[in-house]
């Protein structure tokens, strides 16, 4: 039984594949490397739902005032 890499290599590549081996052979000769990461999903409705209870639980924290001062200085940063 052919392995999986033979089995891959046997098969005709598609041309968007050819690019896409180009493309990265060409980053990888300037001295990058591919990652690729998962992300939460911002969209979704349990996002939401998720950064809205997180949202109001700092808002009702004893630190909330502190909390959102120390915010504003780092995005006041920016500005300069």
Not at 40 to 65: I, L, M, T
Request: charged content about 35%; hydrophobic content about 40%; cysteine-free.
């Amino acid at each position: 039984m052919p392995s999986a890499a033979k089995a891959r290599r046997s098969r005709a590549q598609k041309p968007s594949e050819l690019k896409v081996r180009k493309e990265h052979a060409r980053l990888r000769a300037l001295g990058l490397r591919h990652v690729e990461i998962w992300l939460p999903d911002v969209r979704s409705r349990a996002f939401r739902a998720e950064a809205h209870r997180q949202s109001v639980a700092v808002a009702a924290s004893a630190r909330a005032r502190d909390d959102q001062a120390f915010i504003n200085v780092l995005s006041d940063q920016g500005d300069e």
